[in-house]
């Protein structure tokens, strides 16, 4: 089989490499047809973070389920699944509390698994993990389209929005124009907030915003975008979003929160270490830090339905599509911010 | 009238100074008779923060109202009255939340209105900040120093636990056995914790935190301590109370809260700037950081019913009295640890 290999900084190339096997009768092995790549992914083609060079990668995997352990239950040959960027069991304290990132029992994608940007994968948790498309959606590319963002950025967009607190009648700000920003618009417009303040610094991505439901957006920097958050929204937000990860995005999302209020970030917080975080403004005002790795499978079945349903669809923030052999054109696009999110059709034609 | 005055580090004098004057319609002025020494006054008091030389000290006042403001509604002269360490209007929308700390209003004790380590203070927000004691307490020297704490430690204790999702049945852990942390064990007892491993590093300090409710004590440090506490908790509670206020705390209290658990902090964070928080801990756990300065004036009246009621004690707290004249003795004794905390009867005599 064919799959996408890490060669080291700015080196993705696709490659001929062993197909997994069914090593546990809890697992399952997934043909892939559609994944992406992720925002998280640049990390370590920008040689900003380590990884193994050599390794699969990938974390976002939707396919056809092609052979089941005999302990499998909730799925079988041929259905149509998605899979969070976490290997779950389903089963451990835990994952009973939707916390499915900490599962006692969790695994992840690469390695001997594969990565979802190649032509197959084993989950070895096969029944606390895989999400099954019910069979009349299974071959709508439309559907699958709008879908495949629960793998990851839109169940960590909702998230933050939990995080945060947001529900009917909030006002919050939404940090970041990032896939996952743009996926926090729509969760929290989703869970009735009133007032939405999209912050970023891309005017077609914020565009976007719009579209998903941002009532207002903008695109200052530093002190300039703090004025005007506080003038739209009478001086801060009781919900921030933090959808970013990085210290100077928390920092502005520490600023906009007013006292008592929630942050609730999921990026993960690069450069925190090195700028440090400002805990006496928490501390001072009373402010939540809440969130953290998004248990986006915990929220697979809710987000699901309302897409299903026709009510929710963030399909639109992909807006380059590639085939397998065009992975390292994905990530290059992605890492020059020529697309917003690359979908991959790991059997189809580049677009 | 006469006052402690701040000198210097190290440098606290009993001095004859102005007496404060009711300067607004919603004032009063207090004859403070009961006061305290607080742990966070060591902070000026080591040269660990900054303070004005010549100010007035401290800020847990309790007293008789000697005179009141014409728009004042809630006491009159005569009244026993206590008032928590921030002043508060009792009116904006942060006070009607339950955070008084960040009142739109406030004000704070020190300076014009006056310390509550001397013989009169001044509060300008009289509806807003006082608390009654009902007149059959009023001189029950019993009474008067169990509500005493009520003023900071106590509300201080009972906002760790509630900032940690204290409740019924819980197992938690709580983090430093001065006055605040053994308060913090009778707060978490209140709200019905089953479990409370109280750590600490002293053995008189502990005993007194078994007798608030604590159902197992640490006194390791360290390592050793993590061991110990995840040994008695099967691996770490959901619900961590960090009653310190200092890095090493906060990064313990972290390490022992499990995934997707809260860490209820009230302790100003000191030295995090320079060690820097685990973001990353409670990113990739989902460990929520609530908390910050404490609104112990929102959570006045339910704990002065209870301790008139008679179930709950925080006086165990003050081991040493002294008079107005004994306040630097006071300071010396809590410095060296002789002493958890220091009451100070202005009108009477050192024990």
Redesign the interface.
Known sequence: MRAAIYGGPGDIAIEEVPKPTLETPTGAIIRVTHTAVCGSDLWFYRGDSDRETGSRVGHEPMGIVEETGEQVTSVEPGDRVFAPFVISCGRCE?CR?G?H??CANGDSWGGDNGGAQGEHVRVPEADGTLVRVPDRYADDEDTLRSILPLTDVMGTGHHAAVSAGVGPGDSCVVIGDGAVGLCGVLAARRLGARRIVAVGHHDDRLAIATEFGATATVSERGDAALDRVRELTDGGVDHVMECVGAASAMEMAIELCR??GTVG?VG??HG??EA??D??S????????????A?VRAYAEELLADVLGGTLDPSPIFTKTVDLAGVPEGYRAMDEREAIKVLVRIDGHSE
Do not use: A, E
């Open positions: 835990f509390r916390l990132t900490s006292p008592g970030y993960v917080p925190v270490d440090g975080l805990v006496f928490l501390f001072s005002d009373n402010i939540t830090l809440q969130g953290g790795v248990p």
